[in-house]
């Protein structure tokens, strides 16, 4: 199938070159998040992006919370993603089960080629790779142990509390031929210049292979 031939081809083949995902989208009022403007808004100044994915009435939409009536359609993000042949990272939060069979039609309708998924239970992850999607899975100082480590292409790297990985955290998992998103400490309340600088500091080949999942987009690019 479509989706299982675009999941194991190499990121060489699209953009290898360090990541911002905009969290959300780009947006300077908190109720703007993860809203079409703020999401287009992101890919349309070159950022990947990250969001949430629910289901609301059959369809995938877009949504941290519980939906109602009017929530964005996923299909509308990737129409846009797809109009300005865009190329950027689209790193997709799964929010609820059973979602893989419809996200799966939708990237092979939309051909999303630089994407993944995360974030799902781990019955759920199951499913996504048998759908021969992209898959990260998750670490933190609460997840020591990346579930089925071996199957998924990268790792999503949080830090909860406080910044408990180092380069050589990264530079392991990289290694080990995964790609990694490193969450930027502000999402969580707290300063992010350590690990901004942690980033920023990895050799080439490793930052290659790095993105960074921040609400300051313009800030981290400006930074470097």
């Not at 933190?140 to 990268?154: D, I, M, P, R, V």
Request: glycine share 6%; aromatic share 10%.
């Amino acid at each position: 199938m479509l989706a299982e031939q675009l999941s194991r081809r190499s990121y060489d083949q699209v953009e290898a070159s360090a990541g911002v995902l905009a969290h959300r989208g780009c947006w300077s009022r908190l109720e703007d998040k993860n809203s079409l403007v703020a999401l287009t808004t992101g890919l349309d100044r070159g950022y990947g992006l990250e969001t949430d994915v629910r289901d609301w009435d059959g369809k995938l939409v877009v949504s941290h919370d519980p939906p109602g009536r009017g929530a964005l359609l996923l299909e509308t993000l990737f129409e846009h993603y797809q109009s300005i042949g865009s190329t950027a990272c689209l790193a997709l939060n799964v929010k609820s089960d059973g979602l893989a069979e419809e996200m799966c039609r939708l990237i092979e309708k939309h051909t999303i080629e630089n994407y993944f998924v995360f974030d799902m239970s781990i019955p759920d992850t199951l499913s996504y790779l048998r759908c021969g999607l992209r898959v990260y899975t998750r670490q933190s100082e609460f997840e020591t142990q990346a579930s089925l480590y071996e199957e998924c292409e990268g790792v999503w790297l949080d830090a909860f509390r406080d910044d408990w990985y180092s380069q050589d955290t990264l530079i392991q998992h990289i290694d080990n031929g995964k790609q990694v998103a490193v969450v930027s400490p502000e999402l969580h309340g707290r300063c992010h210049e350590k690990v901004w600088q942690l980033v920023r500091g990895l050799p080439e080949k490793y930052t290659q292979k790095t993105f960074i999942c921040t609400d300051l987009p313009e800030s981290f690019e400006e930074s470097k």
